[in-house]
């Protein structure tokens, strides 16, 4: 699909986690560092138990069943682990963050052709640890993380959100982001086009528009 300056786009709302931070990666280096400190099992059987713990507990807090502040927690005494536990492995995230290749230069380029703002979920100083490191905070106007404004994706209420912040209608903006659930809903819920990041070529998921595709930030 066309790139996003061939359109009428003035406010490009960009996703962190899997759009410009290559999460599994940050995500395999702390938990390296979790199993090393806290557990004896082997690491297959360690990440096995803690995908198995994580990913439904982000679907319920995603679906409003769960609290984040009981997902921190409830993840790792699945795996009969104590809070401390949560609390280094959120700091090993920050240690560990990793952006894609090209998404420095991408958000450059872009930020000189459009307003930026980021609009992420997850813990808030989780993410803006990644921020400090990373040190891509100044290319956006606004950084909107969802738990510190009560909101959590897919909320369309989350970009409006922003949207005022930017002073910017929904019809002006491009939701940007990895995730047909999250952010796709999330901008469907807001009136807002979404361009998907789709770097492993996935399926479209059913009932949520798409009207960008692109394989990376570099050719946004």
């Avoid at 786009?9 to 599994?24: F, I």
């Avoid at 640890?129 to 891509?136: E, F, G, Q």
């Avoid at 959590?152 to 002073?167: A, F, N, S, Y």
Wanted: charge should be positive.
């Amino acid at each position: 699909m066309g790139s996003a300056r061939e359109h009428r786009y003035q406010v490009l709302l960009v996703d962190l986690d899997g759009t410009v931070v290559d999460y599994a990666r940050t995500e395999r280096g702390a938990l390296h560092e979790v199993h090393h400190r806290f557990f004896r099992m082997g690491r297959a059987e360690f990440l096995a138990r803690f995908h198995a713990a994580n990913e439904p507990l982000w679907a319920a807090y995603r679906e409003h069943r769960i609290t984040l502040a009981e997902l921190r927690l409830e993840r790792w005494a699945r795996m009969g682990a104590l809070p401390a536990v949560a609390v280094a492995f959120e700091e090993a995230l920050g240690r560990n963050v990793t952006l894609f290749p090209e998404a420095s230069a991408a958000l450059r380029r872009l930020s000189r052709r459009f307003r930026l703002a980021l609009v992420t979920d997850g813990i808030a100083h989780v993410q803006r640890a990644k921020l400090r490191r990373t040190r891509i905070g100044g290319f956006f106007e606004h950084v909107v993380i969802a738990p510190e404004v009560g909101l959590r994706k897919p909320d369309g209420e989350l970009l409006h959100h922003t949207l005022d912040l930017l002073e910017a209608r929904a019809g002006d903006a491009l939701m940007v982001g990895d995730s047909p659930a999250s952010d796709g809903g999330c901008a469907q819920a807001a009136g807002v086009d979404f361009c998907w990041v789709n770097r492993t070529e996935a399926s479209p998921a059913p009932g949520i528009p798409v009207h960008r595709t692109v394989t990376c930030l570099g050719t946004l």
